[in-house]
Nanobody, 124 residues
Framework: QVQLVESGGGSVQAGGSLRLSCAAS????????MGWYRQAPGKQREMVAS???????KYADSVKGRFTISRDNAKNAVYLQMNSLKPEDTAVYYC??????????????????WGQGTQVTVSS
């Protein structure tokens, strides 16, 4: 089982900044892609930023230029620096990791795990 633990959410005023962190724990896995998603009340979960590999980054148009995703492969961690926050960024933010599982050194399948979610609230 690959577990993801998030931290760093909170409440800020518009224009403020927050940094989200997510670390994966467990054994017998190799992470490929990591990313951040969010879900606002009454809306579907949407991709915010992702890193399909070690270097490539993708962002939702709504956060380009304001959010930065980064990862530390040695720590199996991913981060989201959020600047110039807007009230419309208010949502529960979820970390996602996908990769391969191994048992006894042999490939045993693919996994996709989600964190428990962390609330981000931006007031005007």
């Amino acid at each position: 089982q690959v577990q993801l633990v998030e931290s760093g959410g909170g409440s800020v005023q518009a224009g403020g900044s927050l940094r989200l962190s997510c670390a994966a724990s467990g054994s017998g896995f190799s992470i490929g892609a990591m990313g951040w998603y969010r879900q606002a009340p009454g809306k579907q979960r949407e991709m915010v930023a992702s890193m399909p590999g070690a270097v490539t980054t993708k962002y939702a148009d709504s956060v380009k230029g304001r959010f930065t995703i980064s990862r530390d492969n040695a720590k199996n961690a991913v981060y989201l620096q959020m600047n110039s926050l807007k009230p419309e960024d208010t949502a529960v933010y979820y970390c996602n990791a996908e990769g391969l599982r191994f048992i006894g050194g042999s490939y045993s399948g693919f996994f996709s795990s989600w964190g428990q979610g962390t609330q981000v609230t931006v007031s005007s």
